[in-house]
């Protein structure tokens, strides 16, 4: 069973940087595309970004401009930089992957999931 790992999580104060990532177990599983939720506490999973298998990438209004989603294929890895960190954006962050089709929205399609990492932000 393939098992994303999530790295890069702390505590950082506002203004700051952060970089996770997410890197499948298996070197064969070929990440089509990869979905960046975040969560606090019992609230609704939010996409925060997403990339898929080509130049296609997805991110939420409240993040354009501060957070980059990249991917490194021959590490089967993807990263979301995070810059300019606000105490809003303080949660538990999930990585999501694929292996068929491309990038969607809802959190269903995604057949793989981190264990999440918790970013907090403090003002």
């Known amino acids: 069973q393939v098992q994303l790992v999530e790295s890069g999580g702390g505590l950082v104060q506002t203004g700051g940087s952060l970089r996770l990532s997410c890197t499948a177990s298996?070197?064969?599983?070929?990440?089509?595309?990869i979905n960046w939720y975040r969560q606090v506490g019992g609230k609704q999973r939010e996409l925060v970004a997403a990339i898929g298998s080509g130049t296609m990438v997805h991110y939420a209004d409240s993040v354009k401009g501060r957070f980059a989603i990249s991917r490194d294929n021959d590490k089967n890895t993807v990263l979301l930089q995070m810059t300019s960190l606000k105490p809003e954006d303080t949660a538990v962050y999930y990585c999501a992957a694929r292996s068929t089709g491309d990038i969607e929205y809802f959190a269903r399609h995604y057949d793989y999931w981190g264990q999440g990492t918790q970013v907090t932000v403090s003002s």
């Open positions: 298996e070197s064969t599983f070929v990440i089509r595309a």
